[in-house]
C-alpha cells in the first residue's frame, strides 16, 4: 500500500494491481425510435433484461433526469452506474428522458469492493452516450430484440491513493460533519428499503465522493451497500427506495420517508467517530470504535386487551375510497408514468418487459387511475387535427395494455370498448407468458373469443412480427383451453 495512503478499513486488503473486467450497457431510449426505454448495448455475456436490472437499477420514477452516479450491491455482482439526461427525442416527439450506463462487475471479490467502486465509478465520470449515438439511424432498431453488441472492457484500478485523495476532496466540500455524522448513523441503523440520507447538498455527489463514503466500512459492511448520488424524481416510490442503503439528497429534491428505525446510541457514536475520520482525511481514531452491535429487544409486558368496538357501517352517503396505492411492479410503473403524463406522452410500445400480469390490488389500482386518465384526454379528442388523433390512439393504448394484463370483465365495463378500431385489445398481451396469462384471466369463454376475434379483424394494428407472436402465442395450449371452456 502507498505510504500516503492512510489504512482505511474498506482497504484493508491494500490497493489491487492489474485491472477489473466488466461488462458495459446502456438503458435508455434511441433517438426517433418508435421503442420505449429499451437496453441500447450491452455485451453477449448479459443480458441486462433477463438478469432483471431494469428494476434493480431503477431510481423510481424518474421523471427528474440530473447527471449523478450511483453504486449498487447484487448479490453476484457489484454495479457502477451513472444517470444523466437523455439527448434522445424519441417518434412521438418526447425528450429528456433519464439514460443510465453502467459497468456490471459479475462475481467481485469482497476485499476488493472499495478498491473496485473507485476503478469503476471513476472510470464513469466522463461518460456520455457517445458509446451508441452514432448509431441511431440504423434501420433495425423497430425490431425490439436489437441491441449494440459490446465486448467487456478492462478497467484498471490505477493510483487508488489519488482517487482516495480526490474522493475525500470532494466529499467533505459537498456536506458537513454532521450531516455526514447523521448519515452514517442512519446506514448502521437502517436496512434496505428505507435509505438512510446525506442532507444539505447543493448538488449530486461527484463519483469519487460517493466512493469515499465507503471508506470508513470494514469489507464485509461496505460489500453490502447501494448507495446513490442523488434521486431523479419529483416523488418516491417505496418498491425502487428498497434499492437503496444510502442516498445523497439534494435541497430541490423531495425529502424521503422518514420510516426507518432510529439509530441507537452506539450507531450514533459510530457514525461520528465515522465522519470525523472522513473530515480529518485519517482512519486512526476508528481503531477504537467496533461494530455496534444493536441491543437485543426487550419484549413490553403484555397489556390485558381492549374490547374491540364495534364496527359501524359507514353512511350511504360517502363515496367509495380509491384503492389504496400498491406496490407496482417495473411494468406497472412504466404504465403509471404513462398515464400520468397525460397528453405529453402518446407512445407505449409492446415490447417485452413493458407489460405484466397484474395482481388484484395493483389491476384494480391502475384501473382508477386509467379511468382517470381517459376522462382527462377524452375533453381533448373532440376534432380531427393529428393530435387529437394521436390522443385517441392514446386512449386505445390504455384500454388494449389493460385488457391484455388485467382480463377482467369489468375492466372492459369501466373502460369502454374500442372506440378508433385501429388498436388490438390484447395487443400487450403477445409479450406474457401464456401460462401466467391464463391463471390470471377471469374472462368467460365468449368474452375471450370477441377480444380475439376483434383482434383478428384489427390486424392493421400489429406489425408483422408482432402478428406472428400473436398468432403463436394464442396457440399455446393453455390460451386454446380458454376457448374451450
Not at 453476484?76 to 444523466?84: K, R
Not at 388485467?406 to 385501429?422: C, D, H, I, V, W
Amino acid at each position: 500500500m502507498p505510504a500516503s495512503l492512510p489504512p482505511w478499513p474498506a482497504l484493508a486488503a491494500g490497493s489491487p494491481d492489474g485491472s477489473l473486467e466488466v461488462h458495459r450497457a446502456v438503458l435508455g431510449k434511441v433517438h426517433q425510435a418508435a421503442s420505449d426505454f429499451r437496453w441500447i448495448t450491452h455485451t453477449e455475456a448479459i443480458r441486462p433484461r433477463k438478469l432483471g436490472l431494469d428494476q434493480k437499477l431503477s431510481f423510481g420514477p424518474e421523471d427528474r433526469p440530473v447527471r449523478s452516479p450511483a453504486w449498487r450491491a447484487l448479490d453476484d455482482a457489484l454495479v457502477a452506474i451513472v444517470s444523466y439526461r437523455s439527448r434522445a427525442v424519441d417518434r412521438a416527439g418526447r425528450a429528456g428522458g433519464l439514460e443510465k450506463q453502467i459497468l456490471y462487475w459479475p462475481k467481485p471479490r469482497p476485499e476488493q469492493t472499495v478498491a473496485g467502486a473507485f476503478a469503476l465509478l471513476g472510470a464513469l465520470g466522463e461518460a456520455s452516450d457517445a458509446v451508441w449515438w452514432d448509431h441511431w439511424e440504423d434501420y433495425r432498431w423497430d425490431e425490439p430484440e436489437f441491441f449494440l453488441p459490446r465486448e467487456p472492457e478492462e478497467i484498471p484500478f490505477g493510483r487508488l491513493d489519488l482517487a482516495v485523495s480526490q474522493g475525500l476532496t470532494e466529499l467533505t466540500a459537498a456536506c458537513s460533519e454532521d450531516a455526514l455524522a447523521e448519515f452514517y448513523a442512519g446506514l448502521l441503523a437502517v436496512s434496505q428499503g428505507h435509505p438512510a440520507a446525506l442532507e444539505g447538498l447543493a448538488e449530486p455527489l461527484p463519483p469519487l465522493a460517493l466512493a469515499a463514503l465507503l471508506l470508513p466500512f470494514a469489507p464485509e459492511e461496505a460489500r453490502q451497500l447501494s448507495l446513490a448520488g442523488a434521486l431523479p424524481n419529483s416523488r418516491h416510490l417505496a418498491a425502487n427506495l428498497a434499492n437503496w442503503r444510502g442516498v445523497a439528497r439534494t435541497q430541490e429534491q423531495p425529502e424521503l420517508p422518514d420510516d426507518g428505525p432510529q439509530p441507537t446510541a452506539a450507531q450514533q457514536q459510530r457514525g461520528a467517530a465515522m465522519a470525523a475520520a472522513v473530515f480529518r482525511g485519517d482512519p486512526a481514531g476508528l481503531a477504537g470504535v467496533a461494530p455496534a452491535v444493536p441491543p437485543e429487544p426487550v419484549e413490553p409486558p403484555a397489556a390485558p386487551p381492549k374490547p374491540a368496538p364495534k364496527p359501524e357501517p359507514p353512511p350511504a352517503s360517502l363515496p367509495a375510497q380509491a384503492t389504496a396505492a400498491p406496490v407496482l411492479s417495473r411494468a406497472g410503473e412504466r404504465f403509471e408514468q404513462f398515464l400520468r403524463a397525460g397528453a405529453e406522452s402518446r407512445s407505449l410500445e409492446a415490447i417485452p418487459g413493458n407489460a405484466a400480469v397484474l395482481s388484484e390490488q395493483e389491476g384494480r389500482y391502475l384501473l382508477e387511475r386509467a379511468q382517470e386518465a381517459i376522462a382527462s384526454l377524452e375533453s381533448e379528442t373532440e376534432g380531427d387535427s393529428p393530435r387529437e388523433r394521436q390522443l385517441r390512439a392514446k386512449i386505445e393504448l390504455i384500454r388494449s395494455w389493460l385488457v391484455s394484463c388485467f382480463p377482467r370483465p369489468e375492466t372492459e365495463t369501466a373502460l369502454g370498448s374500442a372506440q378508433n378500431q385501429k388498436i388490438p385489445p390484447l395487443l400487450f398481451a403477445l409479450t406474457l407468458e401464456p401460462n401466467e396469462w391464463a391463471a390470471s384471466c377471469r374472462l368467460s369463454r365468449s368474452e375471450f373469443g370477441e377480444l380475439v376475434r376483434v383482434c383478428g379483424r384489427l390486424k392493421q394494428g400489429f406489425t408483422r412480427s408482432q402478428l406472428e407472436a400473436f398468432g403463436e402465442w394464442g396457440r399455446k395450449r393453455p390460451i386454446r383451453s380458454l376457448l374451450r371452456s
